[in-house]
């Protein structure tokens, strides 16, 4: 003869859940639960707010950290689109044209036209020389001045580090000198 009694007893629980199925009610909840509840805080386009050490942004609807890179990240990106024409950027040239003038190679073409056209172009070569020999100048002497203010050190065989001192004070001065003649022949040219 079989047994024909439950072996396990039901649940309240289980029971609702079984109600609320056949209710076709599958969203309701049969038992009450505590614990960590998420809070989304709802934030506006452009807004920025720190959480958890972090700075947070909305940027096209997207939460977005915030980074000290940014600025670098936007400064080296190229647009899929010409911001004055809204052409393509697919050509090579176009990408290196675009991180010095900010436009596309044709529109970098038509712009050196326009300029020749009315004249100012070698106005426009001549400045952009003045700031690259300027730009120059300004790095020879910061890299003549971190030489002559290094001291000579040797790394020996065992790993030790020797610092030597020579006196070449009159060495230096002659070097100074010549240097100092020849960026005074550099800055005339400018």
């Known amino acids: 003869m079989k047994d024909s009694k439950l072996k396990k007893e039901f649940k309240h629980s289980d029971v609702e859940r079984i109600r609320n199925l056949v209710r076709k009610d599958y969203t309701s909840k049969t038992k009450a639960q505590s614990g960590y509840t998420r809070i989304d805080e709802k934030h506006s386009e452009g807004e920025v707010w720190e959480e958890g050490g972090k700075k947070w942004t909305v940027k096209d609807g997207l939460k977005q950290n915030i980074t000290k890179l940014d600025a670098a990240k936007k400064a080296v990106q190229i647009p899929l689109n010409c911001p004055k ?58 890299q003549f001045a971190d030489v002559m203010d290094s001291e000579e050190t040797f790394v020996t065989e065992q790993g030790d580090i020797e610092a030597w001192t020579v006196d070449k004070t009159k060495e230096k001065k002659k070097m100074t000198e010549k240097f100092e003649e020849y960026i005074t022949y550099l800055k005339s040219k400018l």
């Not at 040239?93 to 009315?118: D, H, V």
């Open 85 to 142: 024409c809204s052409g393509t950027m697919s050509y090579f040239l176009s990408k290196q044209i675009y991180k010095i003038n900010k436009m596309c190679f044709n529109c970098f073409i038509e712009w050196e036209a326009e300029m020749r056209r009315t004249g100012v172009y070698e106005e426009y070569l001549l400045h952009a020389r003045k700031g690259n020999l300027t730009l120059w100048i300004k790095e020879l002497e910061q």
